[in-house]
């Protein structure tokens, strides 16, 4: 299938912790991003990717810190989990043509429950 | 700043109703807009987009949505509401700046039998 995956789906952890959220795309897109969901379903873009570059850091703590080892990978990893990173986290990707950004198809969320 | 409102967190119809959910934007530069629907534990699914074409954007599942620049709104319509229908709805928007969605707070709908 043809899609944007992240894994895994739920992840329950400690405070304190550090995890990490995988995000793979197979749609051949060239932008890559990550998006929050928190608990009033309230969606607000963290990073985005184009060509493994760094486009937009929404003001997110530095506790986040995206990789994209290519094009087609996106991965987030957070260090010193807090209650408040509690949420669902979408990871989306989009092509680019002509210098324009198109809609962007987003993964099935993974699940952040930090105790 | 830019924004998108959508007017109603719920919104309740019966099956086979006209459904119409509401979606304003505050820019005068008109942006690419999108609605977006997502079901319960899933990811969010495109229904349609405008993209400065055509002002009358049809979609999946039926829907359809109107841009009217002089309202600055993007209303997202259904004929007649389908118990599938019951979901998450999100109106969002683009300007371009590196691809940046600005989301609005979304409206679930629901569908009486």
């Known amino acids: 299938d043809t899609a944007v995956s992240q894994t895994p789906k739920y992840l329950v952890t400690q405070m304190g912790n550090d995890k990490s959220i995988k995000c793979e795309q197979n749609l051949g897109h060239d932008t890559m991003y990550w998006y929050k969901q928190d608990s009033k379903k309230f969606l607000k873009i963290m990073f985005s990717?184009?060509?493994?570059?760094?486009?937009i850091n929404e003001t997110v703590p530095n506790r986040f810190s995206p990789k994209s080892p290519d094009k087609a990978h996106l991965n987030l990893h957070i260090n010193s989990l807090e209650l408040g990173d509690s949420a669902v986290y979408f990871c989306?990707?989009?092509?680019?043509?002509?210098?324009?950004?198109?809609?962007?198809?987003f993964g099935p969320g993974t699940r952040l429950t930090v105790l | 700043a830019q924004s998108v409102t959508q007017l109603g967190s719920h919104v309740s119809v019966s099956e086979g109703a006209l459904v119409l959910l509401r979606c304003n934007y505050s820019s005068s530069v008109p942006p690419y807009l999108f609605w977006y629907v997502q079901y319960p534990n899933q990811g969010l699914q495109l229904l349609l987009k405008y993209t400065s074409a055509a002002t009358l954007v049809k979609g999946i599942n039926g829907f359809e949505a109107e841009f009217k620049k002089s309202e600055t709104s993007f209303h997202l319509t259904k004929p007649s509401a389908h118990m599938s229908d019951a979901a998450e709805y999100f109106c969002?928007?683009?300007?371009?700046?590196?691809?940046?969605?600005?989301f609005g707070q979304g409206t679930e709908l629901s569908v009486k039998p």
């Open positions: 969002a928007v683009t300007y371009n700046q590196g691809g940046k969605l600005i």
């Open positions: 989306a990707s989009s092509p680019w043509t002509g210098g324009q950004y198109n809609e962007q198809f």
């Open positions: 990717y184009n060509n493994k570059e760094l486009i």
